[in-house]
């Protein structure tokens, strides 16, 4: 366990890094980008969808801006991708190594076995996003804004809750598989496929980004609430996708 630790403490860093560094710069750059918001929504004007969201940081502010650079942007796209590979190596990569039986042999049980992994690779995405988050007030004071803490919690919920369904979905098909590479191909194909649709105006509402996108954010942001029925279904996949996983696992043999 030791070692997995390690592991996956260099992951959590290596991402945490990426979305502050990627954070900074976004509301740095917040004063530019609304002196220029004119020429923003012409150019954003071609593409339906685009121009939906330019105006709605119009008329929102900064802290639209930063839901969309944060959450929409930076933690939808690299979150996506971290919860990928943090999952389709766990299980199956063990068995494309061939030390799949010399860790089922360690002397715990296989319940354990996966949900440790399992656990600390949720640990792993969520708290990036979560540290990175309550940073925003702190940087949103140099260009003259302002959020708010728990507007900054709601979001972090919802965004690791999203970002969990696919980490969940993948750490299934690792227990139930042996070519990490390959997981990983398939899955990120999707979330590709995915954040593609989303940008076209006629297939958007097939998108499961439809539910991480600056819309989203601004609504929470703007009600002070999170949708339970949303985070029930987002909990509920995650549970199933355990639970099949768990399943695979158990009945698995080296």
């Known amino acids: 366990m030791g070692r997995d630790i390690r592991h996956y403490s260099a992951y ?8 502050e560094g990627l954070l900074y710069a976004a509301i740095h750059w917040w004063p530019a980008f609304a002196e220029n918001m004119g020429a923003m929504k ?17 008329k929102l502010g900064a802290p639209a801006y930063v839901v969309g650079q944060h959450y929409f942007k ?9 919860a990928v590979l943090f999952a389709a190596n766990a299980i199956a990569g063990e068995a494309h190594r061939g030390t799949l039986e010399v860790w089922l042999a360690r002397p715990v ?19 990036p996003v979560l540290i990175t988050s309550l940073t925003i007030p702190r940087l949103m004071e140099s260009v003259g804004a302002s959020m708010n803490y728990d507007d ?6 919802h965004q690791s809750l999203f970002l969990a369904t696919i980490f969940s979905t993948t750490f299934a098909l690792s ?16 979330c590709i496929a ?3 649709i989303y940008m076209v105006k006629t297939i958007t509402d097939y998108s499961i980004f439809r539910w991480s996108d600056i819309k989203t954010y601004a609504a929470i942001v703007g009600t002070d609430t999170l949708s339970v029925s949303r985070l029930a279904i987002l909990a509920g996949i995650c549970v199933l ?3 099949a996983g768990l399943f695979a696992f158990l009945r698995r043999n080296p």
């Open 42 to 58: 012409a150019l954003a004007s071609p593409m339906p969808i685009l121009s939906d969201q330019m105006n709605l940081i119009d």
């Open 241 to 243: 996708t355990y639970g």
């Open 74 to 82: 930076g933690c939808n796209i690299l979150g996506s991708t971290a």
């Open 194 to 196: 995915q954040f593609a």
């Open 175 to 190: 227990a139930m598989g042996s070519q990490p590479l390959k997981i990983s191909f398939v899955m990120l194909f999707f």
């Open 12 to 19: 959590m860093l290596f991402l945490l890094v990426i979305l």
């Open 152 to 157: 900054l919690w709601r979001c972090s919920l």
């Open 109 to 127: 049980s296989r319940l354990r076995l996966y949900t440790e992994r399992y656990v600390m690779g949720l640990l792993a995405m969520a708290l």
